[in-house]
């Protein structure tokens, strides 16, 4: 039978609840399987300063973490600053998205990642809806420098209307996921989490087949789809859980824990 040795984790709404908990059985279950010497990847849409900072609250102080939709990619190293080091960014010009959204939605907020520290803001976003610093810029500042990630907000907006409008605009250089009925990620074309951590895998010499990840949203389906075993969690939507192999339970349920337990038997 074969053994997985690379376990990549969605955070919010997969191992974090919606207000921003991670519960004992999960801690314990991630560090069950580094015990074991399972390779445990954190992989998010969170910006690399957050999604290290989840990696250090889940007990992990080695290894990588894919940040960003697959954009960034760190090496945690508790003697580095910060605790990681970053070992590949992905950028594109965000220019033409940006502007060409400006003119679409007029109301949107909009923010341009600043690696490592936070966001440059077109308005300041709600609290806790971005980590780290805001800054406010000019949608010209936002749009001066390569990026690897952009943030729409657009409150009256729903999921449909975005793909909706992505398409008939024509953003074809870059990989957008829709979360929330108000969030749109904008990433650097034919860049997912998927293929960040196919470089992961590559690097840390374990086959394919030894692969299993966990996920709920939009931005996980092309990680579902490259892992030996792609797990949806029982929230996640009729898109989200086509992609998977099969389904666990859902964030209320602790959906996360049965898996990670399994992975050990």
């Known amino acids: 039978m074969s053994r997985t040795r690379l376990v990549a984790l969605d955070v919010d709404g997969t191992l974090m609840s919606y ?5 004992a059985e999960v801690r314990a279950g991630v560090a069950a399987l580094v015990e074991a010497g399972v390779h445990v990847v954190v992989a998010t849409g969170r910006a690399v300063h957050s999604a290290t900072r989840v990696a250090a609250d889940l007990g992990l102080t080695t290894g990588y973490v894919v940040a960003s939709n697959g954009a960034v990619t760190a090496r945690l190293d508790p003697d580095e600053p910060g605790g990681y080091a970053l070992v590949r960014t992905v950028t594109f010009d965000p220019g033409p998205a940006l502007r060409t959204l400006a003119l679409e939605l007029p109301d949107a907020l909009f923010a341009v990642e600043d690696l490592g520290v936070g966001f440059l803001v077109s308005q300041p976003f709600p609290p806790n809806e971005l980590t780290g610093e805001q800054t406010v810029a000019t949608l010209d500042e936002l749009a001066a420098a390569p990026a690897t990630r952009v943030v729409v907000r657009a409150p009256d907006s729903t999921p449909e209307e975005f793909h ?4 008939r605009v024509g953003l074809r250089e870059v990989t957008y996921a829709v979360g929330w009925s108000a969030w749109l990620d904008l990433t650097p074309g034919g860049v997912t989490k998927a293929s960040a951590l196919e470089d992961v895998r590559r690097e840390l010499g374990v ?14 389906v092309e990680m579902l789809r490259w892992a030996a075993c792609g797990v949806a969690m029982g929230h996640a939507s009729d898109v989200v859980r086509s992609a998977a192999d099969e389904v666990t339970g859902t964030i209320e349920d602790d959906g996360a824990v049965e898996v990670l337990r399994r992975v050990l038997r």
């Open 19 to 23: 207000d921003g908990v991670i519960s």
């Open 164 to 167: 909706a409008l992505v398409e």
């Open 207 to 220: 086959e394919p087949y030894e692969t299993l990840a966990l996920g709920d949203g939009e931005n996980d």
